[in-house]
């Protein structure tokens, strides 16, 4: 779809699902929004229960009435990635990535195949069928790469008994699961350290790794207060700063364009990551980008909190060499036709405005993100 998109570039598959006589299941249930987009919705928004449904209405008014979710499954039913994908992935807590690996370990469990090659096969067909889902979610196509990589790394495999083999590679998938359930916690400790009493942390959007890296703050008696943006068009903000404050801490709500009038204020910037790319750059919600300009201006420091699961393959060279995500925006008033609105839903900030990153494998510079690439995936 780019024409400047670089080699590395997740390959969309469109062709090869819409050829398929199941691609009806793996469509997106709302199309013209982005299912990336959709799943933030449903685990972060402030927003009311039918907020979706309109905006659906909005783009097909047809499809109104279609009901949201998966097909009821029956006994006789043959298992499929997609439903039990659905099925993690709307659990709140859990982060997309790791219900693709939750997923593709029940592929493992479920299977029939009779010998290394066929079970390599299908879960290889069931990871691209995940990643054809949503072309948009990067931590999706990677969680899935990564998971891979993961359970098939050791050619010892090919000379077991298929099934201790096959019993190798569910331990592996669960471990890979257990392994990235547990990675907010670890990330949470290592960043006590940068957190100091009496500073001022500049916070944006909801992100569940930098809520629990307050949390942990709070629970250790450290003296803080955050400053939340707001977080337009869903007001992510709004919920974050509800959570903090039942920590206990002081918090303080802005709206997006104030941010540069409040950085004097603030002693540090904690973002997450939808994902993480080759350069040790980010890909974050709409807005990340002007905060750490901003941030880097004021030689304030940008802190970054992101799971090893959302490093990619990837290496934009601009805003727009990315597959977009794209969100429904409510202005509030009536806009004429002939006005174009961006409905971006996310950003892409370049590393030389980060300082660190916070993951499950360490505290990492931008410029080492490369080298851990390396060891993940190959």
Request: aromatic fraction near 8%; charge should be negative; glycine fraction near 4%.
């Given at each position: 779809?780019?024409?400047?998109?670089?080699?590395?570039?997740?390959?969309?598959?469109?062709?090869?699902?819409?050829?398929?006589?199941?691609?009806?299941?793996?469509?997106?249930?709302?199309p013209?929004?982005?299912?990336y987009?959709?799943?933030?919705?449903?685990?972060?928004?402030?927003?009311?229960?039918?907020?979706?449904?309109?905006?659906?209405?909005?783009?097909?008014?047809?499809?109104?009435?279609?009901?949201?979710?998966?097909?009821a499954?029956?006994?006789?039913?043959?298992?499929?990635?997609?439903?039990?994908?659905?099925y993690?992935?709307?659990?709140?807590?859990?982060?997309?990535a790791?219900?693709?690996?939750?997923?593709?370990?029940?592929?493992?469990?479920?299977?029939?195949?009779?010998?290394?090659?066929?079970?390599?096969?299908?879960?290889?067909?069931?990871?691209?069928?995940?990643k054809?889902?949503?072309?948009?979610?990067?931590?999706?196509?990677?969680?899935?790469?990564l998971?891979?990589?993961?359970?098939t790394?050791?050619?010892?495999?090919?000379?077991?008994?298929?099934?201790a083999a096959?019993?190798r590679?569910?331990?592996r998938g669960e471990?890979?699961?257990?392994?990235?359930?547990?990675?907010?916690?670890?990330?949470?400790?290592?960043s006590?350290?940068?957190?100091?009493?009496?500073?001022?942390i500049l916070?944006?959007?909801?992100?569940?790794?930098?809520?629990?890296?307050?949390?942990l703050a709070?629970?250790?008696?450290?003296?803080?207060?955050?400053?939340?943006?707001?977080?337009?068009?869903?007001?992510?903000?709004?919920?974050?700063?509800?959570?903090?404050?039942?920590l206990?801490?002081?918090?303080?709500?802005l709206?997006?364009?104030?941010?540069?009038y409040?950085?004097?204020?603030?002693?540090?910037?904690?973002?997450?990551a939808?994902?993480?790319?080759?350069?040790?750059?980010?890909?974050?919600?709409?807005?990340?980008?002007?905060?750490?300009?901003v941030?880097?201006?004021?030689?304030?420091?940008?802190?970054?909190?992101?799971?090893?699961?959302?490093?990619a393959?990837?290496?934009?060279?601009?805003?727009?060499?990315?597959?977009?995500?794209?969100?429904?925006?409510?202005?509030?008033?009536?806009?004429?036709?002939?006005?174009?609105?961006?409905?971006?839903?996310?950003?892409?900030?370049?590393?030389?405005?980060?300082?660190?990153?916070?993951?499950d494998?360490?505290?990492?510079?931008?410029?080492?993100?490369?080298?851990?690439?390396?060891?993940?995936?190959?």
């Amino acid at each position: 779809m780019w024409a400047r998109s670089a080699s590395f570039i997740l390959d969309k598959r469109l062709s090869a699902s819409s050829s398929s006589p199941d691609s009806s299941m793996d469509a997106n249930p709302n199309p013209g929004i982005s299912a990336y987009y959709q799943t933030r919705a449903e685990h972060h928004a402030i927003v009311t229960s039918d907020w979706l449904a309109q905006a659906q209405a909005a783009v097909d008014p047809d499809s109104a009435l279609q009901q949201d979710g998966p097909p009821a499954c029956s006994a006789s039913k043959p298992f499929s990635v997609i439903d039990e994908f659905n099925y993690w992935r709307k659990k709140p807590d859990l982060a997309e990535a790791v219900a693709a690996i939750m997923a593709l370990a029940a592929v493992i469990r479920s299977s029939e195949a009779t010998t290394m090659m066929e079970l390599e096969i299908e879960l290889k067909k069931a990871s691209d069928t995940l990643k054809s889902w949503d072309t948009s979610s990067i931590s999706l196509s990677a969680g899935c790469d990564l998971f891979m990589r993961y359970v098939t790394r050791t050619a010892a495999l090919e000379y077991e008994d298929f099934n201790a083999a096959k019993h190798r590679l569910i331990e592996r998938g669960e471990k890979f699961g257990g392994i990235s359930m547990k990675a907010r916690r670890t990330i949470a400790m290592l960043s006590q350290e940068f957190i100091f009493d009496g500073c001022t942390i500049l916070v944006h959007g909801f992100s569940r790794v930098v809520l629990e890296v307050m949390k942990l703050a709070a629970s250790n008696r450290k003296l803080f207060r955050v400053f939340c943006t707001e977080g337009r068009p869903d007001k992510t903000g709004l919920k974050l700063s509800k959570e903090i404050a039942a920590l206990g801490v002081p918090v303080k709500l802005l709206i997006d364009s104030a941010v540069a009038y409040a950085m004097d204020e603030v002693d540090m910037v904690f973002v997450g990551a939808d994902g993480v790319v080759e350069s040790g750059g980010i890909i974050n919600m709409m807005g990340t980008y002007q905060i750490a300009l901003v941030a880097h201006s004021m030689n304030r420091p940008v802190y970054v909190a992101a799971e090893s699961y959302k490093f990619a393959r990837l290496y934009p060279l601009d805003q727009k060499d990315l597959e977009p995500a794209l969100r429904p925006i409510d202005f509030g008033v009536p806009i004429p036709s002939s006005i174009e609105v961006e409905t971006s839903a996310r950003d892409y900030t370049p590393p030389q405005y980060l300082t660190l990153l916070f993951t499950d494998l360490g505290v990492l510079t931008p410029s080492a993100v490369s080298d851990e690439l390396i060891r993940l995936y190959l």
